[in-house]
Each structure stands twice: as C-alpha cells, then as structure tokens.
C-alpha cells in the first residue's frame, strides 16, 4: 500500500469525537448472524481488536500513524452541490457532511479549502435556523488561523459542538440524529473509498467494520422517533446500510468505563471481528450508494 502525508482515517478521530456528544453513543449489543453469507467460500478474517468508544484524537492518530493515505479532493462533496439543497432535511445532512470534509482537509493540511468548505457550512446553517455556531470570533479565528491546522481543527470540533448545542437547545433530536447520520456517512465514504487492496489493508478494514457498533446506536436511536416524517425518510434511505452493517459480526467483550489522561471517559474493551472481502465491498457500495443519494440529491 503506499504511503503519504495523509492519514485518512484521523477523520475518523474528530468525527467520533464530535459524534460522542449524542446520547446514543454506548457500545451496541444488538447483531445480527448471518452463518450462511459468514460460511461461504469467501476468505474470513477474526481479529480481535482493542478499541475505544469516541476516544481522544490523539489515541486515534497513533493507531493509524501507519496507515496514511493520499489526500484526494475529488472525494469531496462539491461546494456547487450547495445550491441543490432545498429542504430542511437536505440541509441538515450536508451540514454534517461538509463538516466531515473540512475536518478531512483541515488533517490534510489543507487548511485554505477548508475555509472555503466553513463558508458554505455557514450558509447551510444559516438556512437551517442553526447560524449562532458562526458567530464573529469563530470568523475572525478561522481568517487568522488558516494556515494552522491545530487551530482549525479545534475550531471545526467547536463549530461542530456549537451547532449541535444550539439544536438541543430548540428541543429537536430529529435535527440532531439527521446531522450525526450525515457526518456518519460521510466519514464512512471517506474511509472505505481512500483503503486500498483489501489484503493489505487489514487494521483500516478492521477499523471501518468497527464502526458497526457505533451504527448500531445511531439506528436504533433513529428508529425511537421514525414516526417523524423527516426521519421516516432518513430510517428508510439508511436501511440497505443497516442490512449491509447486519451481516458484518462485531462483539464487544470486556467492557470497561475508564478515564483517560485528559479526564474524558472512555469505554474500553475487545472487538472480536468476523468478515469477508465479499461483505465488506457489499457495505462500501451500500455506503456509496446512500453518499449518492444523499449529496446529488
């Protein structure tokens, strides 16, 4: 696999991050067996891999400091696709889209596109009745910070956090889990379309068949309030995922709530991890798929 100054899956360090302020987020106990597609031909691997539900950035950067990939901005939503977003729905989701994205170019060092990205997250916020995560110092911090990418990454996870208070504050959790759906799924297209051969890229694999657990959450939660008509339509566009995530086998043994060195708490335990190249392109195109959808609209 080759190697360069982007590590892909970081995103996925901020994202979870940004993702652990749900209440959803515990560690998932609902799988579903599927023992005929798991007892094909199809070569299977076991792993066993330690984890850490929404852990800190740095531990994640450390687990995938081997794993880098290059930056690929053709994987980017469009800024252009903004103009297309013409319901409140449309506009939530690509709001944790593009968020997804500018965290990506912002690990990427590509501090100036990001920028750009913050600009049009700002319009859709602003659509959305959402505009206070942009206030004049978040601005004026992005202007002047640029071309330091620890400075924007503090300011994308604040951004991120902003939006999501302001929405618990108008009392809508159907606002809420559609934005986390979009960054989900986005941080998903990222990862599975920047992994490369699948025999040698085992740890990446293994860390996107991970996110299972945290799908699992995001669904069930979703599916407490589906009588909502806007999040019917989500629970309905998510459902070949979840019958994509169903066939991967992921359990957790060990379970364990400790605290980590900057005072966050942390579940940690084992992931026991049974898939096959077969199962892991079904889930990458089922999540192409729903990033079609969901972008091109």
């Not at 996107?208 to 999040?231: G, H, M, P, R, T």
Request: aromatic share 8%.
């Amino acid at each position: 696999m080759k190697k360069s100054k982007c590590p892909i899956c970081r995103i996925a360090v901020i994202l979870l991050l940004m993702l652990n302020s749900c209440e959803f987020n515990k560690v998932g106990n609902d799988l579903v067996d599927n023992t005929d597609l798991l007892a094909s031909n199809d070569t299977v691997n076991n792993t066993e891999e330690d984890y850490y539900s929404m852990p800190a950035p740095s531990e994640v950067i450390s687990y995938f400091k081997e794993n880098e990939y290059k930056f690929r901005q053709e994987l980017m939503n469009p800024l252009s696709n903004y103009e297309k977003y013409n319901t409140h729905v449309s506009k939530i989701l690509n709001v944790g889209i593009y968020t997804a994205d500018a965290t990506y170019q912002i690990l990427c060092k590509k501090t100036s596109k990001a920028a750009s990205t913050f600009k049009v997250i700002e319009s859709l916020c602003n659509e959305a009745n959402i505009s206070s995560a942009f206030d004049e110092n978040i601005k004026n911090r992005i202007i002047y910070n640029s071309v330091n990418a620890d400075s924007i990454t503090d300011i994308s996870i604040e951004i991120y956090l902003k939006i999501v208070n302001n929405i618990r504050e108008t009392g809508s959790p159907d606002m809420y889990l559609i934005l986390a759906s979009g960054s989900f799924v986005e941080i998903m297209y990222l990862m599975t379309n920047s992994i490369g051969n699948f025999s040698e890229s085992e740890k990446s694999i293994n860390k996107v068949v991970e996110q299972k657990l945290l799908f699992d959450e995001l669904f069930s939660a979703l599916i407490k309030i589906k009588k909502n008509e806007d999040i019917s339509g989500i629970v309905s566009d998510m459902s070949d995922l979840k019958s994509a995530f169903d066939l991967l086998d992921v359990k957790s043994e060990n379970i364990q709530m400790n605290k980590s060195s900057n005072g966050n708490h942390v579940l940690s335990g084992k992931n026991i991890i049974s898939y096959s190249e077969k199962l892991y392109i079904n889930l990458k195109t089922s999540i192409n798929k729903l990033r079609s959808k969901w972008t091109v609209n």
